[in-house]
């Protein structure tokens, strides 16, 4: 009751939509890159695509549900970690803090595309969330500093795109501010403002999921030619069958 006296009902509100808009955008973005697979392009249309996102939202719900309970054990595990060596060892907390952060950036990346790549094999396949998120990782094996790479650099241009976007209301309320200007007459405009660059936002976070999607197809892809390659040369290296060999 605190929380909702200082923050207000409608901070809640507005926490629990992005919640819901996020998913039905990666279920979208997702959907429609399975609807190219399946029927190829401009063999497909909006009917298609809604009914893959009609199919799946339950899984993108209940995976991201045991993702985000994975991420609140590890990030709790990790901070009492932390501050036991922390403690333990005050003379070197800057170094052992900045050495996490290095760790943190180091194996960030990788493991983002895989907890935002899973929903895909889920989505397609008759798997459970811990085994689409083992297909994510045996897909990326061998894969891991190209996808390092793609990844680093997509949040990179997307950050800065995001402040471009965020740069209108932030704009607005210094306006507001400094004009001595009070905001209860200005809400329309506001609401306006925030509306469009919420819209933008999100386009930004759809175009993370879209290279997600690209980069999983094309590991996914590689993997499986490189199988069959394989697997042609086992079938052309089998000994012949002649009736010499029983002797």
Known sequence: SNMLN???????????????SGLVMLTTVYSYMIA????????????????????????????????????????????????????LLKIFAVVI????????????????????????????????????FGKV???????????WLLIFSTILVLIILGLVFSAPVIIYQIILQVGDITASDNTTPFIIVTLICSFFSKFVYSVFY???????????????????LNRIDEIGNTPSNDVDQHY
């Open 137 to 147: 990782r045996r897909v990326m094996e061998g894969n891991f500093f190209s996808t």
């Open 97 to 132: 803090v900045l050495l996490f952060m290095l760790g943190l950036l180091f194996i960030s990346p990788p493991y983002l595309w895989k907890f935002s790549t899973f929903y895909l094999p889920l989505m397609t396949e008759d798997l459970t969330v811990s085994e689409a």
């Open 210 to 228: 879209i290279v997600c999607g690209f980069h999983y197809y094309s590991l996914s892809e590689a993997k499986e030619g490189a199988a069959l």
């Open 36 to 87: 190219y697979d399946m029927h190829g392009p401009k063999n497909f249309g909006i009917p298609e695509v809604k009914a893959l996102v009609l199919k799946n939202i339950a899984k993108t719900i209940k995976g991201f549900a045991i993702f985000f309970l994975i991420m609140v054990v590890v990030l709790l595990v990790v901070s009492i970690v932390l501050g036991i060596f922390v403690m």
């Open 6 to 20: 200082q923050f207000g009902w409608q901070y809640f509100a507005l926490l629990f939509f992005s919640f819901c």
